[in-house]
């Protein structure tokens, strides 16, 4: 059967999801204040729940996951310092140029396994301290790493890493847009990653639902200063309380869900993999699901039908699709998508 409403087979991102009622209720009812003055006592209590989580000392709620990750870089980094990533990271690929742009760094780009880069890897591209050379500063890991296809990083390869960072002075961060998802795949706590980076960046808005929201993650130090860097970016934001209610929600009552959204890639995952024009297929091992077309398709076309079937997707470059499965994907909706997956030629 069809899903309901414009959204109900919206597979593009997990951060097309609405908040349910019963996390409106909790916004609704929010005590707040103006959280530049940090007087704001649901942004507080989110802050502090966050921090106590990661077993982190601070946590700074911000706008979007761009802002936390941009702060952080602006944290670690002076203009003209080198930044060791993956080509595929989020901070390289789709905030605007941000490293450039608002630290004035460069980028030591690593060509990993979807997205995931290796101690070795690191130990080679931190550069000599030598006038020539820019001043390796920063490594930051994504996990999941969006771009390869919600894929997970090895916990022990984290820790070589951080261990390299310390012993050459490099500060190191997490993209944890999606960090409650490899918490969910995985056999690690918020707080053995808390004790591994120096600042981590999570976001409420993906996989978890509320409808806006991003925490950073750090030392007392760190976040303090980390509070001034939000302003000047103009994320210094007044009565967020409401929002930070539906964050605070959202840690309460959505992590142990995202199993099932787990599921629910893994399944179509299956279904895509049979189909004739689908060349490859990346099998999720979160929520993310990333296949190939095979060379005579079109991605446009492809997409452009299934949207007038009701499905929704995104095209990730080349032949690459990308389904994301989240809150608002019932299991009515993934049904109706692999019943119009199948019927599709190409
Ligand atoms: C891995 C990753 N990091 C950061 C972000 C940025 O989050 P926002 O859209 O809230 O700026 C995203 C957004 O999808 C993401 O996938």
Known sequence: MRPEGVFAADFRSDTVTRPTKEMLEAMWSAPVGDDVFQEDVSVNALE?????????????????????????????????????????????????????????????????????????????????????????????LENTVNKGGGVCWDFLEMKKIGKICRENKLAFHLDGARLFNALVAGNESAVDYGKLFDTISICLSKGLGAPVGSLLLGDRERIKKARRWRKVLGGGMRQAGYLAASGAYALDYHIGRLKEDHRKARILGEEVARLPFVKQVIAPETNILLFELEDKAVPRDFLERLKEKGVQAVSFGGQLIRMVTHLDISENALQYAIEQLKSMKA
């Open 48 to 140: 502090e729940k966050a921090a106590e989580m990661f077993g982190m000392e601070a946590a700074l709620f911000c706008p979007s996951g761009t802002m936390t990750n941009q702060v952080a870089i602006k944290l670690h980094t002076q203009a003209g310092d080198e930044v060791i990533c993956d080509e595929k990271a989020h901070i390289y690929n789709y905030e605007g140029g941000g490293i450039a742009f608002n630290s004035g760094c460069s980028v030591s780009l690593q060509r990993g396994n979807l997205g995931r880069f290796s101690a070795e890897d690191v130990l080679r591209s931190i550069r000599p301290d030598d006038v020539h050379s820019p001043r390796t500063a920063l490594v930051a």
